[in-house]
């Protein structure tokens, strides 16, 4: 039975804020064509960044004048001015306090000089200390610690170099951020450098007593997660007294293939983690501050700094090609000038990748192509910006160019068996992976997902392909697979429910699934039974946690979201899709511009969320302009 929906006779004037958005959107396009929002976190790369001074410029006679010390000082304010009231520090804006952020803050914030006994520390440790003590902290945590002897390195999981010489690709079968975050880690586990700290330092106090230091087996005695703890122990062993020639050949294929990452891209991986681990590799290994790949190693690190005197903080990365494909299709579908959208088409075209990449182990006879998130990462092409880039030159003008035939064939090889796309590679989805100890950042793998899989097949049905095409009916069937019981479809790289729902559906649509099919309602009736009363819609990261849909307060981008899946499930009359116009309406500010203060993107679910300081612009955009074009007369109905 279909669903009553609660038609509203109102129609809705967009257009003068629809004008406003889009002026706004194209008076932030740099002049080579370009988008690039600023893209923030929480405090722990703040955090991180102060734990590699340390490491970098080591204390002297037990004294640490590093000469950085200004820059530091600088970090620890930053950190302390998002302490929380209870003096925990959280992973996402309005989250509770998160125990590893924590420890981290703790951590840096003693070591620029926060006396133990201060205030701030003295409340940060009570949380730490409720939480179930450093103990409770991830595997990261420790072994960032444990190599200034803060934490046993004896009850830290193990990543020995000699993975990259296992048969079968193996790391390979790790999702892409994991492989360049555990290679250069697999080095310093090898060297071991014991770093120094200055004389008197210790967080002894951040120990619960009690508390177990091991990882806990699982209940079942066969399982996954204990073959890898009694592999762990095996790995200990081998540490002492294993090969030493077999180790050496181990570390040297690691840096070759580290130093070999490096190149076409903006850092390791041209994230941060990677991109700190490594200058903590190269130092261990001997290379001097000048050599050239820790210098430009070091360069493109602090690239992602922050300091405008206002403001000190870390980027986890760049974005301007997934910023700028999103910025060019909103405003192409808002009616933009053809000469903004011609400059960003320009600029996307250059970005193409042409070289193979780590997705080639698995895929080794398919032409290069795609588009990676960054400014330059050739060796990490993503899915999710090429199906997004490629929706932004369907709406260019001008003839399509040579790269989207290229595009739609990398796309196409890089399906996965299950008939959905992952992020960086096909068919990453090794299960048992999950279960070892150092896969607490709970994202060992790069399994397919809806959301991308929504936002490929919308890519690929623009440029023609349909329901005739055997990859387009098999991510049909891979996304009503995965639908959710409550009709939802889960987010992996959006906050949550909301993000994978809207692009599941926009990706049904696109393949000609019709709006009364089962799934297609079902769907919009969950959109429209967690709308907030204000007319918006918000949703917590607390999600992941809870494994469900959690409310917050209505944010501008997942209320676009909510909009646009409404509008693909055919609704284009309901109160709800009404009020929820109106709550964009009414929350624009006289600029043109949206302000929320969530954080709506995903890094690791439970882990490390982000905010896109431009989805807040560009998806109201995108909303307000599918809004008008679903009110615009079809020709037919004009004539």
């Known amino acids: 039975m279909t669903p009553q929906l609660q038609p509203c006779s109102e129609s809705l004037d967009v257009s003068d804020a629809l004008a406003r958005a889009t002026e706004h959107l194209l008076h932030l396009q740099h002049p080579e064509g370009y988008w690039w929002g600023e ?90 200390l409720s939480l179930g003590g450093i103990q409770a902290a991830n595997s990261y945590v420790k072994i960032n610690l444990s190599l200034f002897g803060l934490y046993p390195r004896e009850h830290c999981p193990s990543i020995p170099p000699e993975m990259i010489l296992l048969p079968g690709n193996f790391i390979y079968q790790m999702s892409s951020w994991t492989r360049t975050i555990v290679v250069p880690l697999s080095i310093l586990h090898a060297l071991n450098p014991r770093r120094p700290v200055p004389d008197g330092f210790h967080l002894k106090e951040l120990f619960l007593p009690g508390a177990p230091m091991t990882y806990a087996p699982s209940l079942r005695r066969l399982s996954w997660r204990n073959l890898f703890l009694g592999l762990d122990r095996l790995l200990k062993f081998w540490d002492k007294h294993g090969s030493r020639a077999l180790r050496r050949k181990a570390i040297r294929e690691a840096e070759r293939w580290m130093l070999e990452h490096t190149r076409y891209s903006d850092g390791l991986g041209a994230i941060y983690p990677p991109m700190m681990y490594i200058l903590m590799a190269l130092d261990s290994l001997g290379y001097s501050r000048n050599h050239p790949d820790f210098a430009e190693a070091e360069r493109q690190f602090f690239r992602l700094l922050v300091d405008d005197g206002k403001r000190f903080f870390f980027q986890p990365c760049f974005s301007p090609v997934w910023d700028t494909a999103i910025a060019a299709f909103a405003l192409a579908r808002a009616g933009a000038p053809a000469e903004s959208l011609s400059k960003a088409s320009a600029w996307l075209v250059s970005k193409e990748v042409r070289r193979k990449g780590d997705w080639a182990v698995k895929r080794p006879g398919v032409e290069p192509s795609g588009w990676y998130f960054e400014f330059a990462n050739e060796f990490y092409p993503d899915i999710d910006d090429t199906a997004m880039v490629l929706l932004a030159l369907r709406e260019s003008p001008g003839e399509a160019p040579p790269a989207v035939r290229r595009a739609i064939r990398w796309l196409l090889a890089m399906q996965s068996r299950d008939g959905g796309w992952a992020a960086f590679d096909a068919d990453n989805n090794w299960k048992p992976l999950s279960e070892v100890p150092f896969a607490d950042h709970n994202a060992m793998l790069d399994p397919s997902c809806p959301d991308i899989t929504g936002r490929v097949l919308e890519a690929l049905c623009a440029w023609g392909l349909d329901c005739a095409h055997p990859a387009v009916r098999r991510a049909v069937q891979y996304l009503i697979r995965t639908q959710e019981a409550d009709g939802s479809w889960y987010g992996r790289w959006g906050v949550n429910y909301l993000y994978g729902t809207f692009l599941a559906l926009r990706g049904l649509r696109a393949a000609g699934q019709s709006e009364r099919e089962a799934h297609i309602l079902r769907a919009a009736e969950w959109i429209r039974s967690v709308q907030n009363p204000d007319g918006g819609w918000g949703e917590s990261c607390a999600g992941y946690d809870e494994g469900c849909f959690v409310a917050a307060p209505s944010t501008a981008s997942q209320t676009a979201w909510a909009v646009l899946g409404l509008l693909a499930a055919g609704d284009t009359a309901s109160r709800s899709l009404q009020d929820g116009v109106q709550y964009l309406l009414k929350t624009q500010q006289a600029d043109g511009s949206w302000h929320e203060d969530l954080a709506t993107g995903t890094g690791f679910p439970r882990v490390f969320y982000l905010t896109y300081h431009l989805y807040r612009q560009s998806f109201p955009l995108l909303a307000l302009a599918e809004v008008q074009k679903s009110q615009s007369p079809r020709p037919r109905e004009a004539a």
């Open 39 to 128: 893209l923030t976190a929480d405090t722990t790369l703040e955090s991180d960044f102060i734990l590699l001074q340390l490491f970098l410029h080591p204390p002297v006679d037990g004294v640490w004048r590093p000469p950085t010390s200004s820059l530091i000082q600088k970090a620890a304010a930053s950190i302390l001015a998002r302490q929380l009231p209870d003096g925990g520090f959280n992973i996402y804006p309005h989250g509770p306090a998160d125990v590893s952020a924590t420890v981290k803050a703790y951590f840096a914030l003693k070591l620029a000089g926060l006396p133990e006994t201060s205030p701030e520390l003295t409340r940060a440790r009570q949380v730490i």
